[in-house]
């Protein structure tokens, strides 16, 4: 595998279904993002981790809960989801700090559709 | 705090005609700048950026971006469309903390 891989790529989950969401980065990075993107929306940043330290979750309701076990992979938990998230999240990994300009790089998304 | 504007959440050009994305942005320190394009229910792929090397930035696919400091600006151009250039794209500007993405523009290609 390479660059960033996520799974499921599809998810299709009722409201009190307990669900998590995979991201995995092969690039040797030290930070990591979730973002969700919904139609007709900008990008909203939801949570990101920095040498496997979470320093941003831009006020996220407590419904979505993510997990950094290392520095190559990224959860986020779902639980008692409503319609309005259902999505598309994308997870993205970068190496931040040492002049490399914090590009990021994506993976290819997990399509959310909460009933 | 930095952050990008694009003009057009929707642009139409037909097949082979010139393509021009517009991005404007604020930054306190010079920036780092990014055009990336999303193709439907896939992540986001780098187009090309810009690291204060040269102005002309060129990219993939025929892609290509002007850094201007005057204008605060970093339009894509692309000089003939082509039908599988029809997607989303999006402008960024980052620091070495931080990256922030424009709304989006949305590219359709008439044939």
């Known amino acids: 595998e390479t660059g960033v891989t996520q799974t499921p790529r599809h998810l299709v989950m009722g409201m009190t279904n307990k669900k998590s969401l995979k991201c995995e980065q092969h690039?040797?990075?030290?930070?990591m993002y979730w973002y969700k993107q919904s139609a007709k929306k900008p990008l909203e940043l939801m949570f990101v981790?920095?040498?496997?330290?979470?320093?941003e979750n831009n006020s996220v309701p407590s419904r979505f809960s993510p997990e950094c076990p290392n520095s190559s992979h990224l959860f986020l938990h779902l639980h008692t989801l409503q319609p309005e998230d259902s999505a598309l999240y994308l997870c993205?990994?970068?190496?931040?700090?040492?002049?490399?300009?914090?590009?990021?790089?994506f993976g290819p998304g997990t399509r959310l559709t909460v009933l | 705090a930095q952050s990008v504007t694009q003009l057009g959440s929707h642009v139409s050009v037909s097949e082979g005609a010139l393509v021009l994305l517009r991005c404007n942005y604020s930054?306190?320190?010079?920036?780092?700048l990014f055009w990336y394009v999303q193709y439907p229910n896939q992540g986001l792929q780098l187009l090309l950026k810009?690291?204060?090397?040269?102005?002309l930035v060129k990219g993939i696919n025929g892609f290509e971006a002007e850094f201007k400091k005057s204008e605060t600006s970093f339009h894509l151009t692309k000089p003939s469309a082509h039908m599988s250039d029809a997607a989303e794209y999006f402008c960024?500007?980052?620091?070495?903390?931080?990256?922030?993405f424009g709304a989006g523009t949305r590219l359709t290609v008439k044939p």
């Open positions: 690039l040797g990075h030290n930070a």
């Open positions: 993205a990994s970068s190496q931040v700090g040492g002049g490399d300009y914090n590009e990021q790089f």
């Open positions: 981790y920095s040498l496997e330290e979470r320093v």
């Open positions: 930054s306190s320190v010079p920036p780092y």
């Open positions: 960024a500007v980052s620091d070495d903390n931080d990256m922030r």
């Open positions: 810009y690291t204060s090397a040269a102005t």
